[in-house]
């Protein structure tokens, strides 16, 4: 089977930066996705990590240890609109998508 | 261009009553998924469609959830007999199949909610 596991909530300051950790159990590893999702919206992606290392996209950055099982989402220059849920997926052997439970980020002024 | 629809966006049944759900993916994404979410939690694998065949319904929870896509674009979730437990919203998503990774794009989801 598989399992994530990520806190449930973070707080963090306008204008900082925030990490949000990923740990996972699976039989057989394909990748790590990660997901935003402001209440009452749609999941949209932000980052995918097929290999170890750091994915780099604008503001969010994902980094992946797979011998670690262990990866990480970090939001720099963080703003009020960066508010919402995000959650670490594994990826399956048919594309489909095994999500966490999320964390939800609050920033704050 | 248009992302991915689903219709209705909300859905209230009585229970023991039959529901359809429909997704219609993006233009020319031939993987189609079907998830659920629960408050609180992150979405559940449902199904997968590869063009017209379901690729792997594992996590269809029991006999009453069905799934189809008969032309390979549109498809439609159907629960019978639905339960209470079955109140959720219901998230399609559409993606491309090329490339080792590809990015799944998700509908506004519909919300069932049964009586």
């Known amino acids: 089977g598989q399992s994530l596991e990520q806190p449930s909530e973070v707080t963090a300051v306008e204008g900082a930066i925030v990490q949000i950790n990923c740990t996972y159990q699976t039989s057989g590893f394909y990748g790590l996705s990660w997901y935003q999702q402001h209440d009452g919206g749609a999941p949209t992606f932000l980052s995918y990590?097929?290999?170890?290392g750091l994915e780099e996209t604008g503001r969010f950055s994902s980094f992946l240890s797979r011998s670690d099982s262990y990866g990480y989402l970090l939001l720099q220059e963080l703003q009020m609109k960066d508010s919402a849920s995000y959650f670490c997926a594994l990826k399956g052997g048919a594309n489909n998508l095994f999500f966490g439970t999320g964390t939800r980020l609050t920033v704050i002024p | 261009g248009a992302g991915v629809s689903q219709t209705p966006s909300n859905k209230v049944t009585e229970k023991g009553k039959y529901v359809e759900l429909r997704c219609d993916p993006i233009?020319?994404?031939?993987?189609l998924y079907w998830y659920r979410q629960s408050l609180g939690q992150g979405p559940e694998f449902l199904i997968y469609?590869?063009?017209?065949?379901?690729?792997?319904d594992s996590g269809l929870p029991n006999d009453r959830f069905f799934a189809v896509r008969p032309e390979g674009s549109v498809s439609t979730l159907k629960i019978q007999r639905t339960e209470r437990g079955d109140s959720a919203v219901y998230l399609c998503a559409s993606s491309f199949t090329s490339g080792s990774y590809n990015e799944q794009f998700f509908g506004p989801g519909t919300r069932l909610t049964v009586l």
């Open positions: 469609f590869q063009g017209t065949g379901a690729a792997d």
């Open positions: 990590n097929g290999l170890d």
């Open positions: 233009s020319g994404h031939t993987a």
